[in-house]
Antibody, heavy 122, light 107 residues
Framework: QVQLVESGGGVVQPGGSLRLSCAAS????????IHWVRQAPGKGLEWVSL????????VYADSVQGRVTVSRDNSKDTVFLQMNSLRPEDTAVYYC???????????????WGQGALVTVSS | AIQMTQSPSSLSASVGDRVTITCRAS??????LGWYQQRPGKAPKLLIH???TLQRGVPSRFSGSGSGTDFTLTISSLQPEDFATYYC?????????FGQGTRLEIK
């Protein structure tokens, strides 16, 4: 069955860095775009980033542009989210999610991980 | 970026009720809209994609309709497990945009 498992969350000071990982299994990983979505405590969902199936043309939300880098290792079925210059407002649960179709272009997200909590606080 | 307005923000209903949640886009998005259910402490679950297509395994009491700018999610007969928060997701282009969420509570 399809599984996505995030890891790497934790507490970091403002201005610090953190790298999240998303390990996938149960599907042809190298054929699917992977997205990151976050949710601040008690708040709604916010789309963060996309990495395409081949690792090309990553896309970022304006709120993280220039501070976040998404990458993937298709040999290890894993996606990474490198977050730098973290701010208190980046505090959230970060989810990775798989695009439903293995085709080029946008589409709904069908399977999600359980989330990794990132807390930015001094 | 296209803006999504989801309403209502909260809703109280009883088991067996029919409820409707709406999302309005600031410009036409064809049918590139999905609906998600999120229970407390859990990841979102895809219910509907392409505005009206039921995701495999989702009960048929859930339905979606609309195209262009106005979309609705309808739950025909509420079950106890349906009390959760619901989000629409616009995936017409990047950035993806979520609605603000509708918290469905037991009356």
């Amino acid at each position: 069955q399809v599984q996505l498992v995030e890891s790497g969350g934790g507490v970091v000071q403002p201005g610090g860095s953190l790298r999240l990982s998303c390990a996938a299994s149960g599907f042809a990983f190298s054929s699917y775009d992977i997205h990151w979505v976050r949710q601040a405590p008690g708040k709604g969902l916010e789309w963060v980033s996309l990495i395409r199936f081949d690792g090309n043309e990553p896309v970022y939300a304006d709120s993280v542009q220039g501070r976040v880098t998404v990458s993937r290792d298709n040999s290890k079925d894993t996606v990474f989210l490198q977050m730098n210059s973290l701010r208190p407002e980046d505090t959230a649960v970060y989810y990775c999610a798989k695009k439903r179709e293995g085709t080029y272009g946008s589409g709904p997200l069908d399977y999600w991980g359980q989330g990794a909590l990132v807390t930015v606080s001094s | 970026a296209i803006q999504m307005t989801q309403s209502p923000s909260s809703l109280s209903a009883s088991v067996g009720d029919r409820v409707t949640i709406t999302c309005r886009a600031s410009q036409g998005i064809r049918s590139n809209l999905g609906w998600y259910q999120q229970r407390p402490g859990k990841a979102p679950k895809l219910l509907i994609h392409t505005a009206s297509t039921l995701q495999r395994g989702v009960p048929s009491r859930f339905s979606g309709s609309g195209s262009g700018t106005d979309f609705t999610l309808t739950i025909s007969s509420l079950q106890p497990e349906d009390f959760a928060t619901y989000y629409c997701l616009l995936y017409n282009n990047y950035p993806y945009t979520f609605g603000q969420g509708t918290r469905l509570e037991i009356k």
